[in-house]
Nanobody
Framework: QVQLVESGGGLVQAGGPLRLSCAASGNIFSINAMRWYRQAPEKQRELVAAITNSGSTNYADSVKGRFAISRDDAKNTVYLQMNSLKPEDSGVYYC?????????????????WGQGTQVTVSS
């Protein structure tokens, strides 16, 4: 069974840092793109950062220069380093991964979501 488990959320003062982790486990052949989304109360879920299997990254304009996404394929883990946090960065952060999985007929791709981790930035 494939799982994505996030960790690292919490309460932090404005201007402070946090690092989120998302570890994938299961019958994984490869990790393709990995993404972080966030959702604030009464707002739509938005893409925050993404990283491809070649290491290319992209970010929402609101976090450029403050957040950095990285991956450690040996650990099947993606990280989101968040610096200079602002109250508007608060929300539930979700990890999303497109994985190559071993199946009965070979490798196939599928998308998975983590359970989410709460980030609260106080002013």
């Amino acid at each position: 069974q494939v799982q994505l488990v996030e960790s690292g959320g919490g309460l932090v003062q404005a201007g402070g840092p946090l690092r989120l982790s998302c570890a994938a486990s299961g019958n994984i052949f490869s990790i393709n793109a990995m993404r972080w989304y966030r959702q604030a109360p009464e707002k739509q879920r938005e893409l925050v950062a993404a990283i491809t299997n070649s290491g290319s990254t992209n970010y929402a304009d609101s976090v450029k220069g403050r957040f950095a996404i990285s991956r450690d394929d040996a650990k099947n883990t993606v990280y989101l380093q968040m610096n200079s946090l602002k109250p508007e960065d608060s929300g539930v952060y979700y990890c999303n991964a497109n994985l190559g999985l071993w199946g009965a007929r070979g490798v196939y791709d599928d998308d998975y979501w983590g359970q989410g981790t709460q980030v609260t930035v106080s002013s």
